[in-house]
């Protein structure tokens, strides 16, 4: 399957940042990278404007420790498998349901699409690769919330007039979302917008993604909405292994 290079080599420089072991100069990570200075620059700040990683006063690189979660500090390789291993389930659930399919991991407080397959009508949603998106709002998100070790968020935004930007509704949210199985995203993030999502879990039983369907508003009612939920939760996918 072909991997979205820039994502790839972002996450590469994750890991390259964490198992440095003290801050990179921008050459040493190009090395590591194997790409040319201009496009490590690029990358790493990429990662700085998205806080996952910082320059210190001597201009060099080191990555951000994202306090409490641990278990989603996800490897390259682990990424990279699962995204393998979800492939197929995303392509099916477009097959069945017309609308578009997204894979996300946690990073930190956002949730970080991997992996996309569109829908093929001339009215929907885009989720692009490598985007960010917050916990307390997504239908990715909450499944973070109720299945992960994601923390409650501090701070809600409010994006659309539905979004929940409370505490106590948010708690209430996430414990429905753990009674039946899979989160939705009733037009909180995006006006016109309703998503549902399920967790992935490896082997070990932790959730290492989220794994969604999200369309229009105006062909998913409340019925097809709960409909794409079970149809989610229901998709097959293989075991994945855990570290």
Request: aromatic share 4%.
């Amino acid at each position: 399957m072909r991997l979205l290079q820039s994502l790839t080599r972002g996450l590469q420089v994750l890991d390259i940042l964490r198992d440095a072991g003290a801050p990179m100069r921008l050459t040493a990570v190009a090395e590591a990278l194997g790409v040319e200075k201009s496009n490590a620059s690029h990358l790493l700040k990429t990662l700085v404007a998205s806080g996952y990683a910082r320059q210190d006063e001597t201009r060099r690189y080191e990555s951000v420790p994202q306090e409490g979660h641990p278990s989603e500090e996800r490897s390259l390789s682990e990424v990279i498998l699962c995204k393998e291993l979800c492939r197929p389930a995303l392509e099916a659930l477009v097959t069945q349901t017309g609308e578009c399919a997204h894979l996300a991991v946690l990073v930190g407080d956002r949730v970080w699409y991997i992996d996309k397959v569109d829908s093929t009508l001339p009215l929907k949603v885009d989720h692009p690769i490598g985007a960010l998106s917050p916990l307390h709002c997504t239908a990715l998100g909450k499944a973070f919330l109720a299945f992960g070790t994601a923390r409650m968020p501090q701070e809600m935004a409010r994006y659309t007039e539905h979004t929940l930007t409370d505490e106590r509704g948010l708690r209430a949210e996430v414990a429905l979302t753990r009674d039946r199985g899979f989160a939705v995203d009733d037009e909180e993030f995006a006006t016109g917008i309703r998503c549902t999502a399920r967790p992935v879990f490896d082997t070990q039983g932790q959730m290492i993604a989220a794994l969604g369907l999200s369309g229009p508003s105006v062909r998913i009612d409340d019925a097809r909405l709960a409909e794409l939920g079970e149809l989610v939760l229901s998709v097959p996918i293989p075991p994945i292994q855990g570290t």
